[in-house]
Nanobody, 116 residues
Framework: QVRLVESGGGLVQPGGSLRLSCAASGSTSNTATMGWYRQAPGAERELVAVWFSSGVTKYGSSVEGRFTISRENAENSVYLQMNSLKPEDTAVYYC??????????WGQGTRVTVSS
């Protein structure tokens, strides 16, 4: 079992920045990927960014160049630095963890609202 605890969401003006954090605990020895997905009202959940245990990162096309995912191994955490935020980035952001055996866990979500 893996528990994911997210933090860092909130209200920000367009053009502003936020940093989301996700701390993993439990049986995390087989971490394959950690990442962030988001779901806006009425939309499907979509990939934001993912960190692979090889060190490779991948981004959704709508956030590439503005968002950066990073991993702190000692803390078993993953972060999402979001810059140049736009109203269309408004969504609930979910942390995701996957193992090499394809076990998967989700966090409870943290809401990000970009509005003036």
């Amino acid at each position: 079992q893996v528990r994911l605890v997210e933090s860092g969401g909130g209200l920000v003006q367009p053009g502003g920045s936020l940093r989301l954090s996700c701390a993993a605990s439990g049986s995390t020895s087989n971490t394959a990927t950690m990442g962030w997905y988001r779901q806006a009202p009425g939309a499907e959940r979509e990939l934001v960014a993912v960190w692979f245990s090889s060190g490779v990162t991948k981004y959704g096309s709508s956030v590439e160049g503005r968002f950066t995912i990073s991993r702190e191994n000692a803390e078993n955490s993953v972060y999402l630095q979001m810059n140049s935020l736009k109203p269309e980035d408004t969504a609930v952001y979910y942390c995701n963890w996957r193992s090499w055996r394809n076990d998967e866990y989700w966090g409870q979500g943290t809401r990000v609202t970009v509005s003036s």
